[in-house]
């Protein structure tokens, strides 16, 4: 079974898309910030994380940056949530900071379920 590591602040996306992609077949770890998401990587091993970017203790921007300087951890496919487009003018966010990661996939906010149930799939190929 594929794992998916879902990090983001909201506690109700993180339930709601962690019951989705379970019931899809994948096993689902959950973090509610960039810190603890970062631990996670690293003792939970994913085959791939779902990484929202505006987040307290460590943005979604700075755990990817961490995520691809580690020679461990950079194959691990990164999918950012970004609402920075739209948030542009009222955040210090931007898009040329999400360019800078190295992330593998990038999905705007509000996310679409299904979208975001077909890029797993596409990045996992399956959930066996």
């Known amino acids: ?42 003792t939970e091993k994913p085959d791939l994380v779902i990484l929202d970017v505006m987040m307290p203790e460590m943005n979604g921007y700075d755990v990817c940056v961490v995520l691809k300087a580690d020679p461990k ?16 003018f009222r955040t210090h966010y931007t ?10 996939d990038y999905i705007a906010k509000p996310v679409e379920t299904q979208e975001l149930v077909e890029r797993v799939e596409d990045w996992l190929g399956g959930n066996s």
Do not use: N, W
Not at 77 to 85: K, R, S
Not at 95 to 104: C, I, N, R, S, Y
């Open 1 to 42: 079974m594929k794992k998916v590591l879902l990090v983001d602040d909201d506690v109700d996306f993180c339930e709601a898309t962690g019951l989705l992609l379970e019931s899809k077949g994948y096993e689902v770890v959950l973090a509610y910030d960039g810190k603890e998401g970062l631990e996670k990587v690293r």
């Open 73 to 88: 951890l950079k194959k691990i496919p990164v999918i950012l949530l970004t609402g920075v487009g739209q948030d542009m």
């Open 95 to 104: 898009q040329h900071m999400g360019l800078m990661t190295e992330a593998d």
